[in-house]
């Protein structure tokens, strides 16, 4: 008796224990931001948590609805009118289409931000880029994309310098077919299937699309006529069909009860000019990947649950040269196949702790490379680079969340990464009197500590203060190494960011939206590519090192205003200093950062009719320094590799008609450059022959129409 | 033994409950995102005049109205005290609500239901995607276990309820 009383009582003081805390919660709940909301995991009868995001310095939501209004064609419409993010186009393969992001570009490829789509990493394995020419997402297949800047190698791991951009294309049960026609025989269809099941949903996302680049004379681009003969162009010739764009894409997204498959298929064919200017027809860059994801999630207690993926990837690169003469036969492919394992734990064990680690494995087991250049010296012909091991890297990372109250939380965590040495093999010139082997090992010794920090503040739904300290860190490159192998240069060491950021935002009314963030980066062991001349071979040579420094300070200040329910009026102005902390090089300001960065956007819908302007400003941009440059006298020489490209601003108007004559069908206006504004983008290394610049899009008119099904 | 016995339930008490108190619900997410959803959400002026309460129903589930009835008990929306009711598609008072929560349904009743509703201002709010495309103002689903909605916004004017665009930006907007 004495005993079953004991029993009962402890149930009941358990009991009212439970209630008692599941009132509170609950009531805590109301006070959270509709945000806050949002961001919580929640539990029900069949789904599991998986590892929980970081909280960023700034993170940039855009919608479906958002694309929609601004009337955004392309991805790099959307990056381009990012607060802090600027596009140069240097028309060179991987890197054209590249982005500076907050003062700081690294011309060659893009490779500052990991980008992911439907959770899937899109990097390419060689040179561990994230070329929007290989990821080539039509913007119509896009629900949303969250920008989250600041250093994220916590979770994202090397390449997650200035943050991560996640792409989501399979959430909104919507299906749709569009066409879209323009000048530059801009043209591309796109089809979009959705069905959803309370168990079962899933998404296709499939697009043809085609344009024929810009059409300038050579002239614009440099004043070097003896360059123009010798690479079999005049003054007056002209780009027109060598910068052609076709791109395919196909993507299948499903996911039934916990398990989520998805398959991407991409393919681009895109004129490019590779260190030189090309010979009519052009120079063809043609990309080829296919990725395939697998995702499983189980909740194994209430509070513990654990997600497997698995990622495979396939790319291929192949050039078509037509350099210095008409058939050139030049050509260079490059192969790639790799796998990752990725599994993490979330661990909740009561309501203000929340933690995930997890431990990924990349593995690239494939990798090949070969180009022959018979226009070149020997050297440069018949020439394979194998990789005999797999080159594999494994990282770890944990990161808990705390709630000191409903006003205060931290974020911590860590990453640990360690790449595993390979051998590089060089295969030169097979088959002729310089033939030779060259043979490498890359290795890292130490294990790499990324950390990171954030404290919200948060005293009301009307604004919070955050302060967010990370680090993040970018390794070199395969094809990098490899480089360096062939060049007999040292072995380079990763690069790194640390990053001290200060956001505030308010917003003391639905109507009105600020925020305002304080920043300061410091990049160390950046690698420098530098072009010497070496006069005995009479042949460029990249010689990498790990040598640059730099320092940015920086303010963005941004305002969204409703003054009525139809019209939105949004500005952002950023402000940043880049010092170059080079030795040697402290008095010779950086190259591709624009002090002054500024975004404006007008939106104004009234029944079906929608209208937006959307302007932004780049300042001036210096080129690179670089300690070997011809000059016009044909001297060797230090100096820019061109001129400063000036400041310029673009405004793009769209229209847009919903229920055009017919219900769920719509129609599209848009012009890019209204105001026909000569967009310049600096010279880079890649192409600095373009001593002039490179140039954007003129005035680009585009047709769409489409239906919803 | 007495003391081994005290020890053990304080212990209970204070420990286990950590592992038995659940993370959040999703319903009970649910329930305070509605109560948020009316700071960006007007109701034409005059028919909340009319009204003495601020009426959330919810369609076919007494369960869940007993959990909105704990979460606002005593609170008020719109500077008008919160009345939690649950209803049938036949009940007369369906157009006095301010906001209608759907969790379980009868298609066909539903249907009914929102063709009855259609161009009124009441806020209906649903689990099911499926019937944002047919009428329903704001419907819940989840994506990474947590919860996002849609908007339907034409519903939404049809039914002279006005929207914050912060509230568009933050969920996903269908037209139809």
């Given at each position: 008796m004495k005993r079953n009383l004991f029993i009962i009582i402890l149930y009941l003081l358990i009991g009212i224990k439970i209630q008692a805390y599941d009132y509170q919660d609950q009531q805590k709940l109301l006070k959270m931001s509709l945000q806050d909301l949002m961001n919580i995991k929640v539990t029900t009868a069949s789904k599991v948590e998986e590892k929980i995001r970081e909280i960023p310095a700034s993170i940039v939501l855009i919608n479906r609805e958002e694309i929609k209004k601004q009337g955004y064609k392309s991805l790099s419409d959307i990056l381009q009118n990012i607060p802090g993010f600027y596009m140069i186009n240097?028309?060179?393969?991987?890197?054209?289409e590249n982005f500076g992001i907050r003062g700081f570009f690294s011309p060659g490829v893009f490779n500052d931000i990991v980008i992911l789509v439907n959770g899937v990493n899109q990097v390419g394995d060689s040179y561990s880029d994230y070329s929007l020419a290989k990821i080539n997402i039509p913007v119509e297949a896009i629900d949303r994309i969250e920008v989250v800047r600041g250093p994220?190698?916590?979770?994202?791991?090397?390449?997650a310098f200035f943050g991560a951009v996640n792409i989501i294309t399979n959430n909104t049960p919507i299906s749709m077919a569009s066409i879209s026609f323009g000048n530059d025989k801009y043209k591309k269809l796109f089809l979009r299937v959705s069905k959803v099941s309370d168990d079962f949903k899933f998404t296709i996302n499939t697009s043809l699309y085609g344009d024929n680049g810009i059409d300038k004379s050579f002239n614009c681009f440099t004043d070097n006529y003896q360059m123009l003969k010798w690479a079999g162009l005049s003054m007056e010739s002209r780009t027109k069909g060598m910068l052609k764009n076709d791109r395919k894409y196909f993507n299948f997204s499903g996911e039934y009860k916990n398990l989520h498959f998805d398959f991407t298929y991409s393919d681009t064919r895109k004129g490019v000019f590779d260190g030189l200017p090309s010979y009519p027809p052009g120079t063809f860059f043609n990309n080829r990947s296919t990725t395939i994801f697998l995702k499983y999630r189980k909740e194994i207690l209430k509070n513990l649950s654990i997600t497997g993926k698995f990622t495979y990837l396939y790319n291929s690169f192949f050039w078509e040269y037509e350099i210095l003469q008409k058939d050139s036969y030049a050509t260079n492919y490059n192969n790639s196949l790799s796998d990752e394992i990725e599994l993490n734990i979330t661990y909740k064990p009561n309501d203000k702790l929340n933690m995930v680690s997890g431990f990924i494995r990349h593995n690239i087991f494939y990798l090949y490379k070969s180009y022959d250049y018979p226009i070149y010296p020997l050297e440069y012909t018949n020439t394979e680079d194998v990789f005999p091991d797999d080159i594999i890297s494994d990282a770890f990372f944990s990161q808990a969340n705390y709630n000191f109250s409903d006003k205060l939380k931290i974020v911590t965590g860590f990453r640990l990464e360690k790449l595993h040495k390979y051998k590089l093999i060089i295969h030169r010139a097979k088959e002729t009197p310089v033939e030779k082997d060259i043979t490498g090992e890359y290795s890292q010794e130490n294990i790499k500590f990324i950390p990171r920090f954030a404290l919200i503040y948060s005293p009301s739904d009307f604004h919070s203060l955050k302060f967010l300290y990370g680090k993040a860190i970018k390794n070199p490159s395969i094809m990098q190494n490899i480089s360096q192998l062939f060049n007999q240069g040292t072995t380079l060491l990763p690069a790194y960011i640390e990053t001290f950021e200060l956001n505030y935002i308010l917003s003391p009314s639905p109507s009105v939206f600020a925020n305002i963030s304080l920043y300061k980066n410091k990049l160390d062991d950046l690698i420098v590519a530098r072009n010497i001349y070496n006069p005995k071979t009479r042949t460029w040579e990249i010689h990498s090192t790990n040598s640059g420094k730099m320092e940015t300070k920086g303010i963005e200040v941004g305002l969204t205003i409703l003054p009525i329910q139809e019209l939105v009026l949004s500005t952002n102005l950023s402000y940043q200093k880049t010092k170059n902390l080079e030795k040697g090089f402290k008095d010779i300001s950086p190259g591709y950062s624009p002090e002054l960065l500024g975004y404006l956007k007008i939106h104004y819908s009234f029944k079906d009719y929608s209208i937006a302007l959307v302007g932004r400003y780049v300042g001036e941009m210096k080129t690179l320094w670089d300690e070997t440059i011809i000059n016009k006298e044909q001297h060797l020489v230090r100096g820019r590799i061109g001129q400063p490209s000036k400041a310029y601003y673009e405004i793009d108007f769209n229209l847009r008609v919903e229920?055009?004559?017919?219900?769920r069908v719509y129609l599209d206006f848009h012009i890019y450059n209204l105001l026909n504004n000569a967009i310049v983008y600096p010279a880079t290394s890649g192409n600095s022959w373009a001593e002039k610049g490179t140039y954007g899009y003129g005035r680009l008119f585009i047709l769409s129409m489409g239906k919803y099904f | 033994m007495r003391t081994i016995k005290i020890v053990l339930i304080l212990i209970l008490i204070f420990f286990t409950s950590n592992l038995f108190y659940?993370?959040?619900?999703e319903y009970e997410v649910k329930a305070a995102m509605i109560g948020k959803f009316t700071l960006f959400v007007d109701w034409p002026e005059q028919f909340l005049e009319k009204s003495k309460e601020f009426n959330i129903c919810i369609y076919g589930d007494k369960k869940l109205t007993k959990m909105f009835h704990r979460i606002y008990k005593a609170k008020k929306i719109k500077n008008l005290p919160v009345k939690i009711t649950n209803i049938s598609?036949?009940?007369?008072?369906?157009?006095?609500?301010?906001i209608l929560y759907i969790k379980k349904h009868n298609k066909k009743k539903i249907d009914k239901t929102l063709k009855r509703l259609k161009s009124k201002p009441v806020l209906i709010i649903s689990d099911y995607k499926s019937l944002v495309s047919k009428g329903a103002h704001i419907g819940f689903y989840l994506f990474e276990n947590k919860i996002r909605f849609q908007i339907n916004y034409k519903s939404l004017k049809d039914s002279k309820i006005s929207v914050s665009y912060l509230l568009l930006r933050a969920g996903e907007v269908i037209n139809q």
């Open positions: 240097d028309y060179y393969w991987l890197g054209s994220i190698s916590v979770l994202y791991g090397s390449g229920n055009f004559f017919l219900k | 659940a993370q959040y619900d598609s036949s009940d007369q008072n369906i157009e006095k609500c301010q």
